[in-house]
């Protein structure tokens, strides 16, 4: 849904068709920002701290659950005043940009957990990643502002922002085919059960 939505903003762009002249658009930009903002805190989420309960420790999910509910809790208010900023700009101005900079974070947490050592990841697949999560920033600026940029910048902007996104989608599939991720997590749960983090679970 992400991917088609640029890909229209893209076609929309070159044609000469603003998104600041439809106010659908811009508040479904923001519904899903902020609907991507959650689903990357959720990933952080899950990959700072235990979010499975076990028979032998039923609460070791406890925190996991409080943080994710805080989260959802603070994505509803932003989206709420994100959307009277489109509707009434003059009064709810800041509100136009929480979307962009909430998104923002919730990648950079994300990408800052993809910079560990224990995922292997070469440091050149990461800074498409943190450029991608900076331009969060600029979206809501881009959208709001659509008809006082040229045609070919406003293309441009959102032509890169789809690249990045089918950029983020292949690395992350990729590290998840080649054992990145495991390895991971292997090192986390290692930590938390106070195991060697370089053993596996097959080795304790």
């Known amino acids: 849904l992400l991917l088609y939505l640029y890909l229209c903003f893209s076609l929309y762009s070159f044609k000469g068709v603003g998104a600041r002249q439809n106010v659908a658009i811009q508040v479904t930009v923001d519904f899903l920002n902020v609907c991507t903002s959650v689903a990357f805190f959720y990933m952080f989420l899950v990959l700072d701290m235990p979010s499975v309960a076990t028979a ?12 994710f509910s805080i989260i959802v809790g603070i994505s509803f208010v932003i989206f709420l005043v994100s959307s009277l900023g489109r509707f009434r700009p003059g009064t709810y101005e800041l509100g136009v940009y929480l979307s962009g900079i909430f998104a923002a974070i919730s990648m950079a947490y994300v990408f800052g957990r993809l910079d560990s ?8 697949m990461l800074a498409p990643l943190y450029l991608y999560a900076a331009i969060q920033v600029i979206g809501p600026i881009v959208v709001n502002y659509s008809g006082q940029i040229p045609d070919k910048y406003h293309t441009l902007f959102f ?28 090192t986390g749960s290692n930590y938390i059960e106070g195991r060697n983090p370089k053993e596996t679970p097959s080795e304790v």
């Open 56 to 67: 032998a420790t039923p609460d070791r999910n406890k925190g996991f659950r409080k943080n």
């Open 159 to 186: 032509g890169a922002v789809l690249m990045l996104k089918v950029y983020l989608f292949f690395v992350m599939t990729y590290w998840l085919q080649n054992g990145s991720f495991e390895e991971y997590f292997n």
């Open 117 to 124: 050592h224990y995922m292997n990841v070469p440091r050149w």
